[in-house]
């Protein structure tokens, strides 16, 4: 499957923007899908994370009551709501797939900028 991120972009303290993730093929059903990002000098980190059907979801401390993880099968299209955002939010956004038996995302976005500025 190949994973289209975008909807990123330089905002302010406070607001809020949505990552949308685009897929291709007619498997994205079949997916387990995640949001990651990576800061200047840090390691990528796990954000939050969809099941396959959108019954479950899941999410790092540091985002959670903040932002919100949904899929759209119809579209296959994961999105991420960010809300209240921060200046350490600022990185760059990846989506990534897996099968559900995986525990490691095979497929990968290309990231999208996200920047909050003070």
């Known amino acids: 499957v190949q994973l289209q991120a975008s909807g990123g972009g330089l905002v302010q303290a406070g607001d809020s923007l949505r990552l949308s993730c685009a897929a291709s093929g007619r498997t994205f059903s079949s997916y387990h899908m995640g949001w990651f990002r990576q800061a200047p000098g840090k390691e990528r980190e796990f954000v939050a994370s969809?099941?396959?059907?959108?019954?479950?979801?899941f999410y790092a401390d540091s985002v959670k009551g903040r932002f919100t993880i949904s899929r759209d099968n119809a579209k296959n299209t994961v999105y991420l709501q960010m809300n209240s955002l921060k200046p350490e939010d600022t990185a760059v956004y990846y989506c990534?797939?897996?099968?559900?038996?995986?525990?490691?995302?095979?497929?990968w976005g290309q990231g999208t900028q996200v920047t909050v500025s003070s």
């Open positions: 990534a797939a897996r099968y559900e038996m995986q525990t490691s995302y095979i497929y």
């Open positions: 969809i099941t396959r059907g959108g019954g479950s979801s």
